[in-house]
């Protein structure tokens, strides 16, 4: 196998969505109304990507595995097993609520699953910011009183944010995206997430939306404090290193390529900017906002088009 495998993006509706992922990437949406994400590649039981084009076409990213798993993944790799990485396009014209998700020692008996992210700011108003983290010296006790007061964002770290820093938030640490954001997240497959505080803010029903707060205040890293971004740099660099997924930076002037050989692992590649031609046993081509998985079979030579180009290349979760 290959070539570039290519995912139909399934997009979901929130109430903190909007329309960016139109404009910014030149999309077509399905519907009206706020869109949030848009899952661009998934392998979960509520949303399976569906194969465009190519040896995959019309198959879910399920029937794909099942079929070929040894050609995607590499030899050994379970066919029952999900795809570990989850990719989606956060639009958030409205802040996020503040939520965390479960360390991985706790999760399952809570029912739930651990989930390691990584953020990328593709886009961002001129004063957007993020919330990860807590600020110095916040406790526990201090941070539920808060909550019964309504004055959290006085515990936890917000910062502002440019285009072109990215940051990783591991399993445990609350967080939440201000408005003005667009995002590529980079996740551990999970769906899983605690709502801690949600701002006053109702549903698209109408209804406020459910918190989680036994659950928060028992996932929550009470020792992050005052994490910081890894800044917009051109410079080629790891952005993101974790035991579920490396992410790595990678900056194309006009022309230039790089190189993956056949039979060391499958990896995916997010067009940030610009546009790249990866030649395969055929040449596909990705442009600004699209996301493609390159097969652990195959051998591919990815090359700039006619202007510069950033990539984002997420590699070992297998």
């Known amino acids: 196998m290959n070539e570039v495998l290519r995912f139909s993006p399934i997009y979901q509706d929130r109430v903190w969505g909007g329309r960016v992922l ?3 990437l030149g999309r077509t949406l399905p519907r009206e109304g706020p869109i949030g994400e848009s899952w661009e590649i998934v392998d979960r039981p509520e949303a ?3 194969g465009v084009g190519g040896a995959l076409d019309g198959l879910t990213m399920r029937e794909a595995l099942t079929q070929h798993a040894a050609a995607i993944m590499g030899p050994g790799w379970p066919v029952e097993r999900p795809f570990p990485i989850l990719i989606k396009w956060l639009d958030c014209r409205e802040r996020l609520s503040l939520q965390v998700h479960p360390p991985a020692e706790i999760a399952p008996a809570m029912g739930g699953e651990p989930k390691t992210e990584n953020w990328f700011i593709a886009e961002t108003s001129g004063d957007a910011s993020l919330i990860v ?3 110095r010296g916040t406790t526990r006790a201090a941070f539920a009183r808060a909550l019964v007061d309504d004055t959290l964002e006085s515990c936890v770290h917000r910062f502002p944010v440019q285009v072109g820093d990215s940051i990783l938030v591991e399993s445990g640490t609350v967080h939440a995206i201000d408005g003005g954001n667009l995002i590529l ?3 551990q497959n999970s769906d899983t997430t605690y709502r801690v505080y949600d701002w006053g803010r109702v549903g698209l029903d109408g209804a406020p939306r459910q918190l989680h707060i036994a659950e928060s205040l028992a996932s929550i890293d009470w020792e992050l404090f005052e994490p ?4 917009a740099a051109r410079e080629a660099a790891v952005i993101a290193q974790s035991r579920e997924f490396r992410i790595r930076r990678l900056p194309l002037v006009a022309g230039e390529s790089e190189r993956f050989a056949a039979g060391e692992q499958p990896r995916l590649v997010s067009v940030i900017s610009g546009e790249v031609r990866i030649k395969g046993e055929v040449e596909t081509r990705l442009a600004k906002g699209d996301n493609g998985l390159l097969p652990y079979a195959g051998a591919f030579e990815l090359t700039a088009g006619e202007g510069d ?8 979760f297998v």
């Open 228 to 231: 910081e971004p890894i800044p």
């Open 309 to 316: 180009a950033l990539v984002l290349v997420t590699e070992n």
């Open 22 to 24: 139109a404009s910014a």
């Open 185 to 187: 997240e980079i996740q």
């Open 133 to 135: 983290g807590l600020k």
């Open 48 to 50: 399976q990507s569906v």
